[in-house]
């Protein structure tokens, strides 16, 4: 699963699905959030591979997680993979570098999120 915190959840929800995501629509939103806990409201959405997107409020993300988030825009984030050895890692290196023959752009979400669009002739 991946959750990003975002500003407004109908307008984020209702980008998702221009995207062409399919979402039920925010769910949760009988569990209000108070000083001492967070709300429940969130909107999700079901990728390939049973990967999972959530939009959740940023505040109530900050809460439920006890940490403190950077500027909203800033879209700054890193997603690893974690493999056995350096030499795993050399060769999966060698293999995105010899893969790399795609054709991308690059967008924003509502609330600063970096997001790839990619084409690579290779999966066709």
Do not use: C
Request: charge should be negative.
């Amino acid at each position: 699963m991946i959750t990003l915190g975002v500003d407004d959840l109908e307008r984020s929800l209702a980008f998702y699905r221009a995207l062409g995501l399919a979402s039920p629509g925010v769910i949760g939103t009988e569990f209000v959030g108070a000083d001492a806990s967070p709300g429940g409201a969130a909107a999700m959405f079901e990728l390939e591979g049973g990967l999972t997107l959530a939009v959740y409020g940023r505040k109530d993300l900050e809460q439920d997680a006890n940490a403190r988030f950077g500027a909203p825009g800033s879209g700054d984030f890193s997603i690893g993979h974690l493999v056995g050895s350096k030499e795993e890692v050399d060769g999966l290196l060698a293999q995105a570098e010899a893969a790399w023959g795609i054709y991308s752009g690059y967008f924003r979400d509502p609330d600063g999120h970096l997001w790839e669009i990619i084409w690579n002739p290779r999966r066709a």
